[in-house]
């Protein structure tokens, strides 16, 4: 049994994944992706090989790397393969002041699955900057290339590449860009490194770079299909702004269990396409897109690709779809009701086919971004749907897109120099509650809330944890004056949102 762990973001972390005995829960070993102090000694030589890209005191910021999705074992070589995180912090310049690879951060990473020992790597970011992970699917593939079958990997992580990879020695085969890549030309191919496009490290301005750090591909899987040779791949199309301008990039460190990244990554008032997403179609030996199709909404489910030549995918507008994995075509829609984040899977009991999908709106982009779409916290009801070609069932509806309406409060006067100082402080609140408080289904929406009109009861919820049983946490160092803070600013959210009504009064219990 394999466990990796993640939080790159959420304070200085060095990323591991750990082996353990299915049937005694003993540690079998463990291997780290980046290294740790030099003075405290490696724990193998591939640490100590890593250690050597790696500048400054980078044990002091963490390093990152944590592998929190893309293991795969091949059965035919018996070697286990992982897709290893970003850096932490995002900025090279602060975790790795001069400079370097920093191994094992966006990599492939071969394994020993019996030891741990490490066998071989392939970065394709080196240095990276951007959140650039490599955590995204490592598809097994043997492909027939120049007359002789290769086992390869077929890999298409964050940066924008699709790499084709010789799973035998790590040598690279083939790598071509499969969105807009701002940030990096090509790969050469002598040395299986990213030709950048000067100022992508955003060394003395700002840097518009694309893909922005949600990735050209996320963690949503892509599926391969042997019998159209084809790859089916969930894309984002989408750029930001890179800065640290402000950062004092030499004493700046991150804070356990709170969001930064040492930089900041804005929206790009340019995006590269006109639409955000695509389901394109890969043919990962001629390194070309074979058809695309593209999606008005971002963040996407991932793909299931079928012997009978079809694509299911489930899209965040809440349409679950099959379409010819030939060309295209949509053969099939489905409204769920919801936002879909999970890939369909299929099985067979008892000589019929099923297809299960389970639907839901959720993942890190829905606790930001979203709220467009509707999808709204407890009024919309998480469901596992199957299908079968007999199925006769009728689904129950859920109620239509919802979009809350801010709460009037005339009587509530914002104090703009307390809501400024609450913009900071909720930047730890909005990956659930919701960029501008404006919840995107994750969790309730502030705006409409009562809770933060009232200082007892908000305390009681934030400070002392009175719905810790339902997933929100407690922050017990927060001070009267920040708790201020943050209900000046969510009211003043409210205020941006909604006029309030001069014949209203506010609620009872208002505090302020």
């Known amino acids: 049994m394999l466990i990796g762990n993640g939080g790159t973001e959420h304070g200085p972390t060095r990323g591991w994944i750990t082996a353990y005995e299915v049937e005694t829960g003993e540690e079998a070993w463990k291997f ?4 740790g102090n030099p003075a405290d000694g490696f724990e193998n030589e591939a640490m100590e090989m890593a250690a050597k890209t790696w500048t400054g005191e ?29 850096g932490s912090p995002w900025n090279r310049k602060i975790r790795s002041p001069g400079g370097g690879d920093n191994l094992f951060l966006c990599s492939i990473v071969a394994l020993d699955p019996d030891t741990g020992d490490y066998l071989w790597h392939y970065q394709t970011t080196p240095g990276e900057t951007w959140d650039y992970n490599s955590n995204m699917d490592i598809v097994l593939a043997d492909l027939s290339i120049d007359g002789e079958e290769v086992k390869a990997i077929l890999h298409a992580p964050k940066n924008g590449f699709f790499y084709v990879i010789n799973r035998e020695t790590g040598k690279l085969i083939s790598a071509e860009p499969f969105v807009e890549t701002s940030w990096a030309s090509h790969i050469d191919m002598e040395t299986g490194r990213p030709v950048e496009i000067a100022g992508a490290r955003y060394e003395n301005a700002p840097a518009y770079i694309t893909p922005l750090s949600w990735g050209a591909h996320s963690w949503h899987a892509m599926s391969y299909n042997p019998d159209t040779g084809l790859v089916y791949l969930p894309v984002l199309h989408g750029a930001a702004t890179y800065s640290d301008e402000g950062y004092d990039l030499e004493n700046w460190q991150a804070v356990e269990f709170e969001v930064a990244f040492g930089l900041d990554p804005l929206p790009a008032e340019n995006q590269p396409r006109e639409y955000p997403a695509s389901l394109v179609a890969w043919d990962p030996l001629k390194q070309k897109e074979i058809w695309s199709i593209p999606q008005e909404t971002f963040w996407n489910a991932g793909t299931l690709t079928t012997a009978g030549n079809l694509v299911f995918q489930g899209r965040s507008d809440g ?19 919801l ?4 890939p369909p899977i299929t099985y067979q009991i008892g000589g019929r086919q099923y297809l299960s999908l389970l639907v839901g709106w959720g993942g890190g982009y829905s606790g930001y971004s979203g709220a467009e779409l509707g999808w709204a916290y407890r009024i919309h009801t998480r469901r596992l749907i199957t299908f079968s070609l007999e ?13 809350a309406e801010p709460l009037r409060v005339p009587d509530f006067e914002v104090d703009d120099e307390l809501a400024n100082s609450g913009f900071g402080m909720f ?6 509650h919701g960029a501008d408080a404006v919840s995107a289904g994750m969790a309730p929406d502030l ?12 305390q009681s919820i ?10 929100m946490p407690a922050f017990p160092d927060l001070t009267d004056e920040q708790l201020s803070s943050l209900m000046h600013y969510i009211r003043q959210m409210a205020h941006q949102t909604q006029e309030p009504l001069e014949e209203e009064s506010s609620p009872a219990n208002v505090s302020n």
């Open 58 to 86: 980078w044990w002091k910021r963490g390093g990152g790397g944590n592998v929190w999705h893309g293991y795969t074992y091949d059965p035919d070589l018996d070697v286990l393969y992982i897709g290893t995180g970003n």
């Open 339 to 342: 936002g879909i984040s999970a």
């Open 319 to 337: 349409h679950f779809l099959a379409h010819n994995a030939r060309t295209g075509e949509v053969l099939w829609d489905y409204d769920v009701g």
């Open 427 to 432: 930047m730890q609140c909005s990956y659930c």
């Open 462 to 471: 934030v400070k002392e944890g009175a719905k810790v049983g339902q997933g």
């Open 32 to 35: 780290y992706i980046v290294p």
């Open 391 to 403: 199925g006769e069932t009728d689904l129950p509806e859920l109620p239509p897109p919802y979009f």
């Open 447 to 458: 705006r409409a809330s009562p809770v933060p009109l009232d200082s007892a009861n908000f």
